[in-house]
């Protein structure tokens, strides 16, 4: 349902493999209880948000297999329904898409604030066509009121190097910089619940 509050989309992670032998491996080693659902933090965010902000949580195309090109189209299958002021979350390699896609495109509207939780930016692996050229990246060229980069030192799926690195590209974003979180793999995050609130 369309309302007129202040827009805030979601993108989740995602791993971009290409050996279908790593693939069906890392599905093996996953554990699976269908009577055990972890609560993420986006959850809880939009619990408490909901009330003041019209939240869309994007499901990307093929998270474990995923493809920047299948990304941007389905990314795009949005742009007629944004408006100004928008918030933009992207986690891990959402945050890597997002980096990428408004370094490459302007959108139609106006950013209020762009979120990008632990970005792959530095080359990783399993990240294929989602990085940025770190020594030719000119700026954003979507107009971005203001930019959050979160990360934590004991992040070990992507290190705290590819914020600190984002931060030097872009010397006006704020780098929110934790000691215990990990990959944001909690069941809340209320740093970045206050920030993304102070809108209103």
């Not at 003041?52 to 299948?70: G, K, Q, V």
């Not at 986690?91 to 959108?107: A, D, P, V, W």
Request: hydrophobic share 40%; glycine share 6%; proline share 5%.
């Amino acid at each position: 349902m369309e309302t007129n509050k202040p827009q805030v989309i979601f993108i989740h992670g995602g791993d971009a493999i290409r050996d279908p032998e790593k693939l069906y491996q890392l599905l093996k080693s996953r554990s699976f209880n269908p009577y055990e659902q972890k609560k993420k933090w986006r959850d809880g965010l939009i619990e408490h948000i909901e009330g003041d902000f019209e939240c869309h949580t994007l499901s990307m195309p093929n998270a474990f297999w995923a493809d920047y090109e299948a990304w941007k189209i389905w990314f795009e299958k949005m742009l007629p329904y944004m408006r100004d002021g928008i918030i933009l979350v992207g986690h891990s390699l959402g945050g890597g898409f997002l980096l990428r896609y408004l370094g490459e495109h302007t959108l139609p509207v106006r950013v209020a604030q762009l979120h990008l939780l632990a970005p792959v930016v530095l080359d990783l692996e399993d990240c294929d066509g989602f990085l940025i050229d770190v020594d030719t990246w000119s700026g954003f060229k979507t107009a971005i009121d203001a930019v959050h980069v979160w990360h934590s030192t004991d992040d070990t799926l992507v290190p705290i190097t590819h914020s600190e690195k984002l931060v030097e590209l872009c010397p006006t974003a704020i780098l929110h910089r934790f000691t215990n979180y990990g990959h944001f793999l909690m069941e809340s995050f209320p740093e970045l619940e206050a920030v993304i609130t102070k809108t209103t």
